[in-house]
């Protein structure tokens, strides 16, 4: 579909490691003129739904700055762009829960907050997991809660788990381990490797 948004100037009005904020001037589709302020991110959203051979998965709860409340979540993190997705959910993983997994799927594409953000966002399912020790970045006080897929399913339809990225993956996991539509899902069916 033709974008019917026309962009008459744009201005950056911060800027810091890891997002931007600009302030465009646009045409709206109905031919009014308004501003749009976007946030930028410098990094893909990464989420992992991590799995072993019983069923069970790996949440993480940790305090969050900019809700001001503490929230249960995947382990999930950022992923620089130009970096290899998988590389980075590798290694999101290791640093949240400790987990090493051997098989890797891509399983979501999803961006989380459309309206504002240009946020990419990639949930990847991790099964034939050993464990190993955490290394949690300086930032993270994390707490690592092991639980079955159904009891994480039961937390995001009890509003348990807010965070979209954890709640599109834990559905999306629910769904395929449930309609046995894992198995056919090709591992490129979403590129998010570059």
């Not at 305090?63 to 999101?92: C, F, H, Q, V």
């Amino acid at each position: 579909m033709k974008n019917p948004w026309k962009k008459l100037d744009s201005k950056n009005i911060y800027e810091n490691p890891w997002i931007k904020v600009r302030e465009d001037q646009v045409i709206n589709p109905n031919g009014g003129q308004n501003i749009y302020g976007v946030v930028g991110f410098k990094n893909l959203a990464i989420g992992i739904i991590p799995v072993d051979e019983f069923g069970n998965t790996w949440i993480v709860g940790q305090y969050r700055y900019t809700l001001d409340e503490y929230s249960w979540e995947i382990p999930m993190g950022g992923g620089p762009i130009g970096i290899n997705a998988l590389e980075s959910a590798k290694r999101e993983l290791k640093e949240e829960t400790g987990l090493l997994a051997d098989h890797w799927k891509c399983i979501m594409r999803i961006h989380t907050s459309n309206s504002v953000t240009d946020e990419v966002g990639y949930v990847f399912l991790a099964t034939g997991l050993e464990l190993d020790d955490p290394d949690p970045e300086e930032t993270e006080k994390l707490e690592v809660k092991k639980l079955s897929l159904g009891e994480a399913y039961k937390m995001v339809m009890r509003n348990k788990i807010t965070d979209s990225l954890s709640i599109g993956g834990i559905l999306k996991t629910w769904d395929l381990f449930n309609s046995g539509g894992l198995s056919s899902l090709p591992d490129e069916v979403l590129s998010p490797w570059s």
